[in-house]
């Protein structure tokens, strides 16, 4: 299994977003515990996916633009300082599936 078909299992697992913390913890590494290469790994599958946005989440759900930002959201992640404060950072962004239109 791919990590693209991996992410879709487990959102569908709790038929709901899962956030990059959720996707790590299924990989292995807890959001405590993950490195920059983790972290990249998951940024790096959902830019280039047909299936996978990334986003955050208010009263609804704000995708944010793909090409991702992804050395600025690595950069906001890994500036707080504790692992506590990391994985907060990392629930605060959510993967959806891009649903078809029509």
């Known amino acids: 299994m791919n990590l693209t078909e991996m992410i879709l299992s487990e959102m569908h697992a709790v038929e709901d977003w899962v956030s990059i913390a959720d996707v790590l913890k299924a990989m292995g590494p807890t959001s405590f515990v993950a490195d920059r290469g983790d972290v990249q790994r998951v940024l790096d599958c959902v830019d280039t996916s047909d299936q ?17 930002p992804v050395t600025e959201l690595m950069d906001r992640i890994f500036s707080e300082d504790g692992p506590a404060d990391r994985s907060a950072a990392m629930m605060e962004l959510f993967i959806d599936q891009i649903r078809p239109v029509g």
């Not at 996978?52 to 991702?68: H, M, S, T, Y």
């Open 52 to 68: 996978l946005r990334l986003g955050r989440v208010g009263d609804q759900f704000v995708e944010i633009a793909k090409p991702l």
